[in-house]
């Protein structure tokens, strides 16, 4: 966009969501963003309600299409695209004002995205989504939108699904950890089926939800090393069975050499199973920051 059509759209109040612009002459709602492949063209959308008289309009853009002001346009359902090349001598604003003239010739209106309302609407943002939106339709994806935020997250529940996927996914680390192997990978399934498990039982991804994801990786990871340590005593000794290794864990870790030779296995484990995690873990923990600031408004044009 020109700095020229940036300056023209700022005097017009319009607002920038995203990469997007997006604003209203009189009653008209219109938003602008850059045409990705091309230097010099922006794509104007409106939302525009049923017409008898919308062939007018299609003549008009058929116009501007011919005298090279306009490249294309577009029809999906209500909403119009048109792709607009910037010129020097007639600036965006001069554009938009002759579209608003056109409608108002043919008593176009804007229509809501959601509902056949024609009144009462402006535009409602999530981020950078935003959508144009009847006073009624507007009200209701804001209290849906604060009542999913309040609703309880059942921690409890999320914390056992992510318990099993995080069990799941050590069943790579045991195969590895017994084949006398320690890899980053293994950490990376462990973690990765935990958030899984944790996203089926629709937990929340808030900070809270991230700590209980990282306590269910720990656990399956301790579980995992137990068992690569089961593993390793039944190669040893040939009668050891699953019981009798449980009843000697408290000896077994009494043994202060037996515990210190185990260390720098341990320690490779946490190793790998930090650099298999921490970005899984991290990536989490950013979104869930970003959704918690995130919530719906009404964007006051
Ligand atoms: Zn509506």
Sequence with gaps: MTENNVEKLVELNFKK???DRIGKIEDYFFSIED???SENELIVSFNFAPNNNKSKLFEFFDKLEESKQISEYNIDKNLVRVVYIE???ETVDIFLNGIVNKFREIDGK???SNCDNTENLSFYSNGNVYSLLCESCGTNVIDQFEKDKLAKNNYIKGLLASLIGALIGSAIWII?????FFASIAGLAISYCAFKGYGIAKGKLTRKGIILNVIAIVIAFLFAQYAVLFIQFMKEFENMDLFGFIILTPVIFSDLEFVKSLLPDIGLGILFAFLGTYR???NNYKSAKNSENIKVEKIEL
């Design 17 to 19: 969501i995203g990469i």
């Design 280 to 282: 899984t873990i991290i």
């Design 176 to 180: 590895i950890g017994a084949l006398g």
């Design 35 to 37: 045409k990705q492949d």
């Design 87 to 89: 010129d020097e001598k």
């Design 110 to 112: 804007c229509i809501c």
